[in-house]
C-alpha cells in the first residue's frame, strides 16, 4: 500500500507543539427545537441519522424512539429544528419497538429513504421479533412502508442496519445487524451463573434487485454472521476498491469474535478474514468508528465495548492494538468504584478543523455479568487528537460528559457553519433527554465540505473516498451507509478539516464503481457538491459570490432572480442542470438586479443545480427543487 513518507516526517513535527483553542459545544436540544427522549425495553436500542429528507439543502434529523413513535425533524435552515407532527407516513412505528435507523435511496430517485431496524411489534399482541421497515421516499415530503412487497419480511431482533453496493451494480443493498435469539447462561458448580451461551439471530443481507424488491443472499454470500452483531461498517479497509464488512459482535468473550469479511468482487463472495488480519477482537462490540486517525492513508478502526475499548491501527491491512498508547481506552469510570463502562456510538471526525481525527464515545450503562460489572454514572468521552498517534481526554472542557444513559451518536454541520455538532441518543432512564451539541469552537482554521452525488456509482456515492492534498499534508476520508456508529448514521457530507491550509491543490474523488474525478484548486471553507463525471463545484454553505437569490425554492413554473445591492454586473448566463449535469434550461440575458426565469412546461420534479456566470467569470451554482 503506497504511503507517503514526508508525511512521517510532518507527524514528527505536528500540533504537539502547538498550542490550540479550547473546543467548546454547548447543549442546546430544547432552544432549538429538539425534544425527544428513547422509551427503551431493556436497555436496547436508540440511534440517530442526519440526511436532506426534502432535498431543501440541509440535513434533517431521523431518531429512532423503542416503545415511542420515531420522531423526523426539519431542518429550518436557521440553526432549528421542527418535529414533524402531521402523519408524513411514519406513524406506524408506534407498532414497533425500533432500535436502530439508517438512510440511503434505494431506487435511486434523487431522495433518501429510510430502513428502521425493529425488535418487537405489537398488533393487537405483543410478537416478540419483528420485520424491519423500509419506507420510501415519495419526493413530497412523505413516506410509504413497503418492507414487506419489497421482501423485507424475514423476522428477527435487528439492532441496525448498512446501506452498502457490494457487487456496485450502482443499487444499495441492505445489511441487517441481529442480535438475541434465546438467552442462555452457563452455571458454575455452585448454580451461580459465570457465562453466556446465547444463540443469536443470523445475519440478513438483501440484494437489491433494482426494481424496489430486495433478495436475502447472506448465507450464499458467507455474510449470515451468528455474532449478536450490534454494529457494522461497510468499508474498503484494504483500498481495493470494493467494500468489506466489518462487524461489532456483542458477547465476544464467550460466542463469537468480532469479524471482518473481505469482499472477493467481482465474485459474489466474502471471506472471512479475521484472523489473519487482527480484527478478530473478542468484545462485548457495540460501535464502530473509521478514519485515518494517524495521517497515513489508510483507515483505522475505534470498537466500543463493556470495559476497555479498542483503537486498531491498520498497518498495512493487518491491524494493531494501539488503544492504551494512545490513551483512549475508556474502560473504567473512577467516580464509579473503578466499574467498568459501557461505549455504544461513536466516531472519528475533526471537531477543531486542526486536520487530526478526534474521537467520541457515548456511553450508558447496562447491566451485565458480575465480573463485567458496570457503572451507573458513565459520562460520554470526547478525545482530541494530538497528532502524535495520542489523543487527551477534554470531555469536562468541551461540555459533552453527559453521565446518563447515552446510546445512539451522529455528527453533522447541521447548520452550515463549518464546524461539525453532535446529537446523542438518551434512553429515559435516570430522567434522560437526548442532546444536541453546538460547536462553538473558534479558531482561525479552514474546512473543506464535500457532498458526492453518484451517478453510475448508486447516488448517495456510499463507499466512496475523496483524498484531498494540500502542499503539506494528504487527507483521505469514506462515505458510511450507516449502521456503525451504534444504530445510528452520521452525515454523508465528507468534512476536512484543514488547519491553517488556505488552499487545496486538488480533490481526488474515487467512486465505488471505479470511476475518478479529478478537480483542481477548490476554494476552501465551502460545501462543494461534486457530480460523478461531471465538474460542478457549488457553494452551498452559505457563502454564494454573486449575492443572488433564487426564489421561490421549492418552485413549480418560474424563479425569480434577485441579485443584492452590490450587484454591479450588467448580464448573466443562467444555466440549470441535472444531477447528472444534463442541461434542461440555458439562457443568457441582460441582468440589472431582477428578473423572472419561465421554465420550460414538463420539467419533471426533484433537485436541480442553478448555475449563474456573471460577465467577469464569477460564478454560483446551488440546489432548487421543482415541486
Known amino acids: 500500500m503506497l504511503k507517503y513518507i514526508y508525511l512521517l516526517i510532518l507527524s514528527f513535527l505536528a500540533s504537539p507543539f502547538l498550542t490550540v483553542a479550547q473546543v467548546v459545544f454547548s447543549e442546546q436540544a430544547q432552544s432549538i427545537g429538539f425534544d425527544h427522549d428513547f422509551k427503551a425495553r ?17 440535513e434533517d434529523m431521523y431518531v429512532t424512539s423503542g416503545l415511542n413513535k420515531d420522531e423526523l425533524y426539519r431542518n429550518n435552515g436557521n440553526g432549528t429544528f421542527t418535529k414533524i407532527q402531521a402523519d408524513i407516513g411514519l406513524n406506524i412505528t408506534l407498532n414497533y419497538n425500533t432500535m436502530g435507523v439508517t438512510t440511503g435511496d434505494i431506487d435511486n430517485d434523487g431522495d433518501r429513504d429510510i430502513f428502521i431496524a425493529t425488535w418487537e411489534r405489537f398488533e393487537g399482541s405483543e410478537q416478540p421479533d419483528a420485520r424491519s421497515l423500509l419506507f420510501l421516499n415519495n419526493g413530497d415530503g412523505t413516506f410509504t412502508e413497503i418492507g414487506e412487497q419489497a421482501g423485507i419480511t424475514h423476522e428477527a431482533f435487528a439492532m441496525g442496519a448498512v446501506f452498502l453496493d457490494y457487487n456496485k451494480d450502482g443499487f444499495l443493498d441492505v ?12 452455571y458454575d458448580e455452585f448454580g451461580a451463573v459465570d457465562g ?16 424496489l424488491t430486495f433478495t436475502e443472499v447472506a448465507a450464499e454470500l458467507g455474510v449470515d454472521d451468528l455474532g449478536c452483531t450490534i454494529a457494522a461498517i461497510a468499508s474498503d479497509y484494504d483500498l481495493d476498491n470494493d467494500l468489506d464488512l466489518y462487524l461489532a459482535n456483542d458477547f465476544g468473550p464467550f460466542i463469537v469474535p468480532n469479524g471482518l469479511f473481505e469482499n472477493n468482487y467481482p465474485e459474489d463472495s466474502f471471506s472471512d478474514v479475521s484472523e489473519p488480519t487482527g480484527t478478530g477482537i473478542e468484545v462485548f462490540g457495540m460501535g464502530i468508528a473509521a478514519g485515518d486517525y494517524d495521517h497515513d492513508q489508510d483507515l483505522d478502526y475505534y470498537i466500543t465495548n463493556i470495559g476497555r475499548n479498542i483503537l486498531l491501527e491498520n498497518q498495512n491491512d493487518i491491524f494493531a492494538d494501539r488503544t492504551t498508547e494512545a490513551g483512549v481506552e475508556n474502560a473504567t469510570v473512577p467516580e464509579e468504584d473503578n466499574l467498568n463502562t459501557t461505549g455504544w456510538g461513536t466516531a472519528f471526525f475533526d471537531v477543531n478543523n486542526d486536520t487530526w481525527e478526534d474521537l467520541y464515545v457515548a456511553n450508558g450503562r447496562i447491566p451485565t455479568l458480575p465480573a463485567f460489572a458496570t457503572a451507573i454514572n458513565d459520562p460520554d468521552k470526547l478525545y482530541l487528537n ?83 492534498y494540500t502542499d503539506s499534508l494528504v487527507l483521505v476520508k469514506e462515505i458510511y451507509g450507516g449502521g456503525a456508529s451504534h444504530a445510528s448514521q452520521h452525515t454523508s457530507v465528507l468534512h476536512f478539516g484543514l488547519g491553517d491550509n488556505a488552499t487545496v491543490d486538488s480533490v481526488r474523488i474515487e467512486w465505488t464503481n471505479g470511476h475518478v474525478d479529478l478537480i483542481e484548486n477548490p476554494e476552501v471553507d465551502k460545501r462543494h457538491t461534486i457530480v460523478e463525471g461531471v465538474e460542478v463545484t457549488t457553494t452551498d454553505a452559505g457563502k454564494a459570490e454573486l449575492g443572488i ?38 439562457q443568457e440575458l441582460p441582468f440589472t438586479g431582477q428578473t423572472q426565469l419561465d421554465l420550460p412546461d414538463g420539467l419533471a420534479k426533484g433537485m436541480y443545480l442553478l448555475e449563474l456566470i456573471a460577465a467577469d467569470g464569477t460564478r454560483d451554482i446551488f440546489k432548487v427543487i421543482k415541486q
Request: charged letters at 20%; a negative charge; glycine letters at 10%.
Open 175 to 186: 445489511y441487517v445487524l441481529n442480535h438475541i435469539q434465546e438467552v442462555i447462561f452457563t
Open 196 to 211: 453466556l451461551a446465547h444463540e443469536c439471530y443470523p445475519n440478513f443481507l438483501y440484494l437489491n434487485n433494482g426494481d
Open 42 to 58: 431493556a436497555l436496547m436500542g436508540g440511534g440517530a441519522a442526519f440526511f436532506d429528507y426534502d432535498n431543501d439543502g440541509d
Open 386 to 468: 494530538n497528532g502524535d498517534k495520542t489523543f487527551t481526554d477534554i470531555s469536562d472542557e468541551a461540555g459533552v460528559s453527559d453521565p446518563r444513559y447515552v446510546h445512539g451518536m451522529a455528527y453533522s454541520d447541521y447548520d452550515e457553519d463549518g464546524d461539525l455538532d453532535i446529537v446523542t441518543v438518551v434512553l429515559d432512564e435516570l430522567g434522560g433527554y437526548s442532546k444536541f451539541y453546538v460547536n462553538e469552537t473558534e479558531n482561525d482554521h479552514h474546512y473543506l465540505q464535500l457532498h458526492l452525488i453518484g451517478v453510475e456509482t448508486n447516488r448517495d456515492a456510499f463507499g466512496s473516498r475523496a483524498w484531498v
Open 549 to 586: 437569490v433564487a426564489a421561490p425554492n421549492p418552485f413549480t413554473d418560474h424563479l425569480e432572480l434577485i441579485a443584492g445591492r452590490n450587484w454591479t454586473g450588467t448580464t448573466l448566463s443562467v444555466r440549470l442542470m441535472s444531477l447528472e449535469g444534463r442541461a434542461v434550461f440555458h
